[in-house]
């Protein structure tokens, strides 16, 4: 998760940006494409995203289908997603931060320069890690690899014959309304991300695994700022920053030197 010295090795399996602003008309025709021209380079397969929303009201239940405009890479790793109030960027093959970074610039330039959001309302930053240890022997021999924070229910006496099939934790930091961090972290069985989505990932032998999911994200104060490629760029490498000190301070050098950065 370092910009420039990236582990070779690296947990990441799943990194999503979102940048919300004011909902905004639906992109023309003539916007669309040339929103694929301008992402061409990174992103040129025109994929849309569709699904059911679902939202329960005092009548009922109620289902609304819908599409979004989504560019992906030609090896769908890696997609570009514009929604009516949103910008998402996903990507399953991380490498360094710049290039991604680069690409999260290139959307937000796009959709100002073709079909100009009023605002940004919030920029959030996800990094999902899925930290796996060749020949771990149960989940909760995870004490030489993550946190001692970390390892509270391998303290709790199990049950006879009952194996720890799970466990898991929230940490928040900051307000769930305001900018903050919120810090999910848990040992866990097969995968965080399934290898069944719409993206592509790099896909383990399912088994034992550490979850440190770190989703940091920004609000403004008061007024609602413009979207401004440079501004959000700044608020963005601010996340990554907090996102990479969490991290950090959530493993050991044991595995950092003897898996991160060993080369695959």
């Known amino acids: 998760m370092s910009e420039r010295r990236a582990y070779p090795n690296a947990p990441v399996v799943l990194v999503a940006i979102e940048i919300r602003h004011?909902?905004?008309?639906?992109?023309?025709?003539?916007?669309?494409?040339?929103?694929?021209?301008?992402?061409a380079s990174r992103c040129p397969l025109a994929i849309p995203a569709s699904g059911v929303s679902i939202t329960a009201t005092a009548s009922g239940v109620q289902q609304?289908?819908?599409?979004?405009?989504?560019?992906?890479?030609?090896?769908?790793?890696?997609?570009?997603?514009?929604?009516?109030?949103?910008?998402?960027?996903?990507?399953?093959?991380?490498?360094?931060?710049?290039?991604?970074?680069?690409?999260v610039q290139m959307a937000v330039e796009g959709r100002q320069q073709f079909a100009p959001a009023d605002g940004v309302e919030r920029i959030g930053m996800r990094y999902i890690n899925?930290?796996?240890?060749?020949?771990l022997r149960s989940l909760t021999d995870w004490s030489e690899w993550v946190a001692p924070s970390?390892?509270?229910?391998?303290?709790?006496?199990?049950?006879?014959?009952?194996?720890?099939?799970?466990w898991q934790g929230v940490t928040v930091f900051g307000s769930q309304v305001a900018s903050g961090?919120?810090?999910?972290?848990?040992?866990?069985?097969?995968?965080?991300?399934?290898?069944?989505?719409?993206?592509n990932r790099p896909t383990p032998p399912p088994g034992p695994f550490f979850l440190i999911?770190?989703?940091?994200?920004?609000v403004p104060e008061g007024e609602t700022p413009d979207l401004k490629p440079d501004n959000a760029m700044a608020r963005l490498d601010d996340l990554n920053l907090t996102a990479k000190g969490l991290f950090e301070g959530l493993i050991t050098d044991r595995l950092r030197n003897e898996v991160l950065r060993v080369e695959r």
Request: aromatic share 10%; no cysteine.
């Open 22 to 39: 004011p909902v905004a008309d639906e992109l023309s025709k003539q916007s669309l494409m040339a929103l694929k021209r301008h992402l």
């Open 64 to 103: 609304e289908s819908y599409t979004w405009p989504r560019y992906v890479s030609r090896d769908k790793t890696t997609a570009v997603t514009f929604r009516d109030g949103a910008i998402i960027v996903e990507t399953m093959r991380y490498g360094q931060y710049e290039r991604l970074r680069d690409l």
């Open 130 to 135: 899925e930290v796996r240890v060749p020949e």
């Open 150 to 166: 970390l390892s509270g229910p391998a303290m709790i006496e199990q049950p006879e014959g009952q194996e720890l099939s799970a």
């Open 181 to 199: 961090s919120i810090v999910r972290h848990g040992a866990f069985e097969g995968y965080a991300v399934s290898p069944a989505g719409d993206l």
């Open 213 to 218: 999911d770190v989703d940091s994200y920004w």
